[in-house]
């Protein structure tokens, strides 16, 4: 990863979508500003599985919709708030 989870940004990181599949498997991801646009990095059983950098927030959270969406695709269901 270019930058570390543990290197979040000023303000820290926002969740962005929390997600669960099968007995006990939850995935989530988080955007963090970063100096130049923001990073989304998502994570399975609270263990970090990827990071994505991106020069604007609107790519970022268009991303992360999309890798919702393949979540969905494979059997995974939205966590209430």
Known sequence: ?????KEWGPG???VLWR??????Q??????????????VIWFVN???????DFADW????????QLQ????TAGWRPLPD
């Open 69 to 72: 969406a393949q979540n969905w």
């Open 19 to 24: 997600m669960a599949r099968g007995s006990g």
């Open 26 to 39: 939850r995935a989530h991801a988080v955007i963090d500003p970063r100096r130049r646009g923001a990073a």
């Open 1 to 5: 990863m270019a930058e570390s989870a």
């Open 12 to 14: 820290g990181p926002t």
């Open 58 to 65: 609107t790519s970022a959270l268009r991303w992360s919709e």
């Open 46 to 52: 609270d263990r970090p599985l990827g990071q994505r």
